[in-house]
């Protein structure tokens, strides 16, 4: 646990520290889940519930260069299955919460992999941030081989995207044919501009903040959008998003959808960021845009 003077988390703020300090203050929050304001009050209950559903599920524990991962995998009653979905959480969430969404995938036919990302979860370490999570997502994605589609919300849906783009220091591209992005942000420069307005970084503060995640991504922050990265790819895209998301804007499934070729758009209402991962409409586009894939036909 990084130490935090007492006034600063008292008034969640960190207004009243040297710009330089309280940059690297940021970083080290912004970089541990577990001290994210994104987390529910109740999140141990949420958490006991959800991982009841994991129950069936077959457990195996990869070893990456990051973190050992937790993964889960449900397996389908057909037999050949259709294919192998990897399916990604987002910041400060687990693999339990997906459970909703793997379900109807499996029932569909494919073999579903949901995993914790480093230092969430049950998976190893304390701390990660964004290229971290995206090495081990690409190690796991290696280790499950032949994936045929990612299913990823929020956040969940840059790092994908990052280790499929195998861009250094991924080890190389994925090939994904089809890629479903459940409210995710497109530019990680929205997320970090959010990540200061909490904490009440100043200018400088918020510049000295994103430089330290700039030293570990690789490459400036504005390079990091999902709309760059599809359009170095040639995976199909299915972008869903609620209308009225408090947490990210619906203004970004626009920016994905408009300059994205391959990408299709559905917009929701009244499901809000979290609770779209239970909203029926989200488990029908979804399954029929996957399977879409495997009965050989395109968009």
Same mark, same amino acid.
Request: glycine letters at 8%; a positive charge; one cysteine or more.
């Given at each position: 646990?990084?130490?935090?003077?007492?006034?600063?988390?008292?008034?969640? %703020?960190?207004?009243?520290?040297?710009?330089?300090?309280?940059?690297?203050?940021?970083?080290?929050?912004?970089?541990?889940?577990?001290?994210?304001?994104?987390?529910?009050?109740?999140?141990?209950?949420?958490? *006991?519930?959800?991982?009841?559903?994991?129950?069936? $599920?077959?457990?195996?524990?990869?070893?990456?260069? !990051?973190?050992?991962?937790?993964?889960?995998?449900?397996?389908?009653?057909?037999?050949? %299955?259709?294919?192998?979905?990897?399916?990604? &959480?987002?910041?400060?969430?687990? $693999?339990?919460?997906?459970?909703?969404?793997?379900?109807?995938?499996?029932?569909?036919?494919?073999?579903?992999?949901?995993?914790?990302?480093?230092?969430?979860?049950? =998976?190893?370490?304390?701390?990660?941030?964004?290229?971290?999570?995206?090495?081990?997502?690409?190690?796991?994605?290696?280790? +499950?081989?032949?994936?045929?589609?990612? !299913?990823?919300?929020?956040?969940?849906?840059?790092?994908? /995207? !990052?280790?499929?783009?195998?861009? =250094?220091?991924?080890?190389?591209?994925?090939?994904?044919?089809?890629?479903?992005?459940? $409210?995710?942000?497109?530019?990680? =420069?929205?997320?970090?501009?959010?990540?200061?307005?909490?904490?009440? /970084? %100043?200018?400088?503060? &918020?510049?000295?903040? *994103?430089?330290?995640?700039?030293?570990?991504?690789?490459?400036?922050?504005?390079?990091?959008?999902?709309?760059? +990265?599809?359009? =170095?790819?040639?995976?199909?895209?299915?972008?869903?998003?609620?209308?009225?998301?408090?947490?990210?804007?619906?203004?970004?499934?626009?920016?994905?959808?408009?300059?994205?070729?391959? $990408?299709?758009?559905?917009?929701?209402?009244?499901?809000?960021?979290?609770?779209?991962?239970?909203?029926?409409?989200?488990?029908?586009?979804? !399954? %029929?845009? /996957?399977?879409?894939?495997?009965?050989?036909?395109?968009?």
């Amino acid at each position: 646990m990084i130490w935090i003077a007492k006034s600063v988390w008292e008034e969640k %703020s960190l207004s009243t520290m040297p710009f330089g300090i309280a940059g690297d203050m940021a970083f080290r929050i912004f970089c541990t889940p577990r001290l994210s304001h994104y987390r529910a009050p109740n999140q141990s209950a949420l958490v *006991e519930r959800a991982r009841f559903h994991l129950r069936k $599920a077959e457990w195996r524990r990869i070893t990456t260069p !990051v973190a050992d991962i937790q993964t889960y995998t449900f397996h389908p009653e057909q037999s050949p %299955s259709r294919g192998t979905i990897l399916v990604s &959480h987002g910041w400060t969430s687990e $693999a339990s919460f997906m459970t909703a969404i793997a379900e109807p995938i499996r029932r569909a036919g494919f073999r579903v992999v949901l995993f914790d990302l480093p230092a969430h979860g049950l =998976s190893g370490g304390q701390s990660t941030h964004l290229v971290d999570c995206a090495r081990a997502t690409s190690f796991v994605a290696r280790v +499950i081989g032949n994936l045929d589609a990612i !299913v990823a919300h929020s956040f969940g849906g840059m790092i994908s /995207l !990052v280790a499929a783009e195998g861009l =250094s220091p991924m080890p190389g591209p994925l090939d994904i044919p089809r890629v479903v992005l459940i $409210a995710c942000p497109n530019r990680l =420069s929205q997320v970090t501009s959010d990540f200061s307005r909490h904490w009440g /970084l %100043s200018q400088a503060g &918020h510049r000295a903040f *994103e430089h330290r995640l700039e030293r570990v991504g690789g490459r400036p922050i504005g390079q990091f959008t999902i709309v760059k +990265i599809l359009q =170095s790819m040639r995976s199909n895209v299915l972008v869903m998003h609620d209308r009225d998301d408090e947490d990210v804007s619906f203004e970004s499934a626009e920016e994905i959808a408009a300059c994205v070729d391959r $990408a299709e758009l559905v917009e929701l209402r009244g499901f809000g960021h979290r609770n779209i991962l239970l909203a029926p409409p989200v488990m029908r586009f979804m !399954v %029929s845009f /996957l399977v879409r894939g495997t009965n050989g036909v395109g968009g």
